[in-house]
T-cell receptor, first 112, second 118 residues
Framework: GNSVTQMEGPVTLSEEAFLTINCTYTATGYPSLFWYVQYPGEGLQLLLKATKADDKGSNKGFEATYRKETTSFHLEKGSVQVSDSAVYFCALSVRGTYKYIFGTGTRLKVLA | EAGVVQSPRYKIIEKKQPVAFWCNPISGHNTLYWYLQNLGQGPELLIRYENEEAVDDSQLPKDRFSAERLKGVDSTLKIQPAELGDSAVYLC????????????????FGPGTRLTVL
């Protein structure tokens, strides 16, 4: 079946530190991969996506590369800010199934 | 452009009572989704609509949950009767595409309705 595994949080970093949140997946077929962010009290917002192997999604300083050989889609940011504190969800969608499969989320807390 | 609107934002009810959630998707979005998000978990799909047709309701507990999307715009999700285990956040999302290409369409989420069943 299809599944997404994320590193457990919370992840606590100081401002300007480097961020990596690991995400690996299992999928039948060829999935598209997504990172969503959920700020407190809000819905999920798409952060970035990649639709095929070796694609790199990027947005607001965040990046993730679709690695088919390692079935991974790790989220990175070079210098985090306090405003990046949120829960980050990795998700996949297999073409033709329409359904998003989400990971359990990783809470990030950035300290000033 | 207005985002996905949900109401109410919070609802507290006693078990065995009915409850309903409302969602207004982004204008022009044909596909609408209802998700359940338990505490500390990712969202799980309950039902997906393309226009007014429920095309995937395999994860909807039909003994107590029902949904409708009259006229292919707004949608209502209902629980009757509610149980303690239904306490969760109910998210609505919408996307513009439908058919074979919609798996890569971005889904836009509303803020959710947090349900507490006492």
């Amino acid at each position: 079946g299809n599944s997404v595994t994320q590193m457990e949080g919370p992840v606590t970093l100081s401002e300007e530190a480097f961020l990596t949140i690991n995400c690996t997946y299992t999928a039948t077929g060829y999935p598209s991969l997504f990172w969503y962010v959920q700020y407190p009290g809000e819905g999920l917002q798409l952060l970035l996506k990649a639709t095929k192997a070796d694609d790199k999604g990027s947005n607001k300083g965040f990046e993730a590369t679709y690695r088919k050989e390692t079935t991974s889609f790790h989220l990175e940011k070079g210098s985090v800010q306090v405003s990046d504190s949120a829960v980050y969800f990795c998700a996949l969608s297999v073409r033709g199934t329409y359904k998003y499969i989400f990971g359990t989320g990783t809470r990030l807390k950035v300290l000033a | 452009e207005a985002g996905v609107v949900q109401s109410p934002r919070y609802k507290i009810i006693e078990k065995k009572q009915p409850v309903a959630f409302w969602c207004n998707p982004i204008s022009g979005h044909n596909t609408l989704y209802w998700y359940l998000q338990n505490l500390g978990q990712g969202p799980e799909l309950l039902i997906r609509y393309e226009n007014e047709e429920a095309v995937d309701d395999s994860q909807l507990p039909k003994d107590r949950f029902s949904a409708e999307r009259l006229k292919g715009v707004d949608s209502t999700l209902k629980i009757q009767p509610a149980e303690l285990g239904d306490s969760a956040v109910y998210l609505c999302a919408s996307s513009s595409g439908q058919g074979a290409t919609s798996s890569t369409d971005t889904q836009y989420f509303g803020p959710g309705t947090r349900l507490t069943v006492l």
